[in-house]
């Protein structure tokens, strides 16, 4: 009898695991779902001089801040920092069934930095925060790199001082600089400053790709370098 | 006043005229001079096609179909919106509309893609003629779209608009005193249209063809 209700209960075992498949997330995504994921890269992604600039800020539709105070305003943190350490990128991607390959979108690189400075917050010199930077780099179907940016503002440099205004994501556990090329300025060197009183500071002066006109960036520059920077 | 200095004048007048007009006219106008590529299975001429996935769906419901108001009596056009539930896999090649994390102070973004899958490479992607599709994010973080702490849905319906119009390979308006949805940020009731302005429109019509 035992070695019958053993027979029994090992049947029932075999037939219990044959009906359950392994889960084949291509036969998961045709099951109602776009495959839609985020691909973390934890290692140093490290920004070749030479590297293929996409700027995709063109096409997007984000706050234009027409002055300075509006910048402090939408701020909860405004302070002097260094970048120390580059963290990695986040890559959001799409399967795309016509070209059946995963497709690039939103993505950023997350940067520490440390604080030398603070104007508004609740934060301290020498405090540790994290930036999420919206650029990241993207090996083109040839293997070939990209730096894709979604941001006017060209990528921050390690070890070099910037002027931040921002604000906190609860979601993503991190900041965001408040605007595209209203977010982070860098400390002038004596050539800007002097083309700041003169009144002749150009666009490409700037840190910022020089892709389209940026309507507000040279006066809410110069504000900054008034206020912050003398 | 005699004959020949009336004509004198108003030939004058004329002259000084045309070229303002002319000027103002080309203010007016911005759309991007790039194309998709004729192998592209989907373009404005022969209707764009939206597939609006399950995380655009989830946190903003069906308001997608807004894309349908650029339609108008022109070219250019949008032909379908399938959302899901329906499966992505039964829309091969129809743009993807989703959901991102974005920077609190971006509402929408439109991407480029050429044949391979690669990301357009051009100063302004939308002057290339490598475009072989399209796919628009919008924020995933619906308080983006808050006004004086309040969601606000014409302010999302404005940014899908708007982002559709990036597909239609439209700028934004250099011109900032020009109603237009094309303009960035909040709609106003002045120049940053919630929806699609007779100048949008005409930017369609010229760019697609009527």
């Known amino acids: 009898m035992k070695r019958l209700i053993l027979l029994f209960l090992n049947l029932s075992f075999i037939l219990i695991l044959s009906s359950c498949k392994a889960t084949d997330p291509k036969v998961a995504e ?7 994921d985020t691909q973390t890269t934890d290692v140093i992604v490290d920004i070749p001089a030479d590297i293929e600039v996409v ?7 984000r706050v234009i801040y027409e002055d300075l105070k509006q910048v402090e305003d939408k701020s909860s943190l405004i302070i002097k920092a260094v970048p120390k350490k580059n963290l990695g990128q986040e890559v959001s991607t799409t399967y795309d069934y016509e070209l059946n390959k995963d497709l690039p979108d939103a993505g950023y690189t997350k940067w520490e930095f440390e604080i030398t400075k603070v104007y508004k917050g609740d934060v301290d010199v020498k405090d540790k925060l994290v930036l999420l930077h919206d650029y990241y780099v993207w090996p083109r179907s040839d293997g070939k790199k990209q730096l894709i940016t979604l941001s006017s503002l060209k990528p921050a440099l390690k070890d070099k001082e910037y002027l931040m205004f921002l604000q906190y994501d609860d ?5 965001w600089l408040v605007g ?3 977010g982070m300025f860098a400390i002038p060197t004596d050539e800007i400053k002097a083309k700041i009183k003169a009144k002749t500071l150009k666009q490409p002066d700037i840190e910022v790709y020089d892709y389209e006109p940026l309507q ?4 809410i520059y110069s504000e900054v370098a008034a206020k912050y920077f003398n | 006043m005699n004959g020949k200095k009336y004509c004198f004048l108003l030939l004058l007048t004329l002259f000084l005229l045309l070229p303002m007009k002319s000027y103002a006219s080309a203010e007016n106008l911005y759309y991007a001079s790039g ?6 299975p989907i373009n404005p001429i022969k209707g764009l096609t939206f597939y609006v996935d399950n995380s655009a769906i989830t946190t903003y419901g069906s308001v997608f179909t807004v894309a349908f108001d650029w339609n108008g009596d022109y070219k250019g056009k949008v032909s379908a919106v399938a959302q899901y539930p329906a499966s992505s896999s039964d829309f091969p090649g129809y743009f993807n509309i989703n959901t991102r994390a974005f920077s609190l102070d971006v509402k929408g973004q439109t991407f480029f893609y050429t044949r391979w899958g690669d990301l357009v490479t051009a100063t302004n992607p939308m002057d290339s003629y490598s475009i072989y599709k399209a796919k ?19 302010y999302l319906a404005k940014t899908i608009r708007h982002e559709v119009g990036h597909v239609f390979l439209l700028n934004h308006p250099i011109n900032q005193y020009i109603m237009s949805i094309m303009h960035q940020g909040e709609p106003n009731n002045s120049t940053i249209s919630s929806t699609i302005s007779s100048n949008d429109k005409n930017n ?7």
């Open chain 1, 30 to 36: 045709n099951d109602n779902t776009i495959p839609s």
């Open chain 1, 55 to 61: 700027y995709n800020g063109g096409m997007s539709d």
């Open chain 1, 171 to 175: 979601i993503n556990k991190g900041y």
């Open chain 1, 180 to 182: 595209d090329y209203m």
């Open chain 1, 216 to 219: 507000y960036l040279i006066p």
């Open chain 2, 35 to 40: 194309n998709y590529v004729t192998q592209a």
């Open chain 2, 136 to 154: 628009i994010s919008i924020n995933s973080n619906r308080s983006v779209f808050n006004i004086e702490n309040k969601f606000n849905s014409t």
């Open chain 2, 204 to 210: 369609v019509l010229i760019k697609w063809g009527n």
